[in-house]
């Protein structure tokens, strides 16, 4: 392990903001030997070059895309009912959404301190790597176990739709694979769908209120009255923890962006604002959707329905016919979005880990070549998420993908905090672009810790992701 006083990468400002002299090295390094060159992988070395598959190609607005895609998934057409339905109240189920965005600031408080001072490929395995030195590259060890095990969450009923699944995620790696930059822009403009459609749900929601009053769903405003919103609510600690876990999980993703950072035009600058405006817009989006459902959907039925809350918000507007085909082509835009996002992201992650030698012929899955893109990383990424679509039974696929990732992401986050609460002590001469304030961490750390052990011991029904 090198000195900790010779860190070139932590100690020189350059390296932060750096964009042209970088992308020339960059571009001339990737052209000669792209993939083949593999100098120290000491977490203190410069080692920003040789992982750039393709430079620094990633504008502001497709870091961005690769955040909001990846926190809102098509889990925000079924979460909030099922919040409500452990819940029981809308003042609870707000409440909830309100506490998990400022946990999820808290945690992104934590991520942002070391993205900025770690501004490298690779995410919490960067940070776990540099905070935790013995044993020696266990964070690489772990995360290569861990995203093995990783599958997309795409739900399968049958044959036909896991077949469908297996093509999208097929199409998905090919185009990234082969097409790079196609895929960019591919994910962007599904991305400002996604947000659309969205965006459009939540004003129909409000259309309702104030060109509508006579419509069939009204008088709804008073579900959100004082004195209506804690109606039989639940105040079962278990039950709330559970909720709080489920929002916990729609927030995930926000440190999208640094699993990619090699990639990232200005990556210090471009990391904070696209973070802080992707939490600011996942708040945004989740509290309003949350009441653009309460202004069209009875309660009762909201209690009753659970996961099918967006499909009575589109009956509701559009009629039975109609809201058949918005809700599918929605869920399925949203879905096929994320998909590209967290494909893209994990691909570059799955070489990282290919470059240390964990994986029989790593010197072949972490080549750049032959289409200047981390085809080996994809091939590792779809091979697992291949056989879990595949092999488990239709109805334990969501369980297991939160078992394998929600939980592991939990402690993870944990071991992130704690680790940079360590490296306050043990290395103030860091350069830290971006600082976290003491009480994000000890709050994130303590409100994790009990959120977990309320979820073991009060598991409820898994849904997906918001």
């Not at 052209?31 to 430079?55: F, M, Y």
């Not at 929601?205 to 004195?227: C, K, M, N």
């Not at 240390?356 to 070549?369: A, E, N």
Request: charged fraction near 15%.
């Amino acid at each position: 392990m090198a000195d900790s006083s010779n860190a070139p990468l932590l100690q020189s400002r350059s390296s932060y903001g750096s964009t042209d002299k970088t992308s020339t090295r960059h571009d001339s390094i990737d052209s000669e030997a792209a993939g083949e060159i593999q100098p120290s992988r000491d977490v203190e070395d410069d080692v920003l070059p040789e992982t750039s598959t393709i430079g620094r190609n990633l504008s502001w607005q497709s870091a961005y895309i690769l955040v909001i895609s990846r926190v809102v998934g098509s889990g925000i057409f079924a979460t909030p009912g099922t919040i409500v339905q452990s819940v029981g109240s809308a003042g609870l189920s707000l409440s909830l959404w309100i506490i998990g965005a400022f946990i999820a600031a808290c945690g992104l408080a934590v991520s942002l301190e070391f993205g900025c001072m770690l501004p490298r490929s690779g995410g919490d395995k960067v940070y776990l790597e540099f905070a935790y030195r013995r044993p020696r590259l266990l964070a690489s060890t772990l995360f290569a176990i861990k995203y093995a095990l990783f599958a997309l969450g795409i739900e399968a009923t049958d044959v036909l739709s896991k077949s469908l699944a297996v093509g999208l995620l097929t199409f998905v790696c090919i185009t990234h694979s082969v097409f790079p930059k196609a895929g960019i822009k591919i994910q962007d403009v599904l991305g400002w769908i996604k947000i659309g459609i969205i965006v459009f749900m939540i004003l129909s929601g409000f259309y309702v209120v104030i060109f509508r009053p006579d419509t069939t769903s009204a008088p709804l405003t008073h579900q959100l009255a004082w004195e209506h919103l804690w109606e039989e609510t639940s105040w079962n600690w278990g039950v709330i923890a559970t909720s709080l876990f489920k929002v916990f999980y729609s927030f995930a993703g926000l440190d999208n962006a640094a699993n990619v950072m090699n990639e990232v035009k200005q990556p210090v600058r471009t990391l904070r604002s696209v973070a802080l405006t992707a939490l600011g817009t996942a708040c945004g989006l989740y509290m309003l959707v949350n009441i653009a459902y309460f202004l069209v959907v009875p309660i009762d039925e909201i209690r009753g329905s659970g996961e099918l809350i967006a499909a009575l918000f589109f009956e509701r507007l559009f009629g039975e016919n109609f809201g058949r085909v918005v809700l599918p082509t929605a869920v399925a835009l949203s879905s096929v979005g994320n998909v590209m996002v967290v494909a893209f992201a994990m691909a570059r992650m799955k070489q990282e880990i290919a470059r240390q030698g964990f994986l029989p012929y790593s010197s072949l899955l972490s080549s750049s070549r032959p289409f200047n893109s981390p085809m080996g990383g994809f091939i590792i990424h779809y091979i697992p998420s291949f056989l879990v679509m595949i092999l488990p039974p239709s109805d334990s696929i969501y369980s297991l993908i939160l078992d394998i990732d929600g939980y592991a992401a939990q402690l993870i986050g944990l071991a992130v905090a704690i680790g940079l609460v360590k490296l306050r002590f043990q290395r103030p001469d860091l350069k830290r672009p971006f600082k976290a304030w003491m009480p994000a961490r000890d709050r994130k750390e303590r409100l994790m810790c009990i959120a977990d052990e309320d979820v073991v011991d009060h598991s409820g029904p898994r849904h997906p992701r918001g």
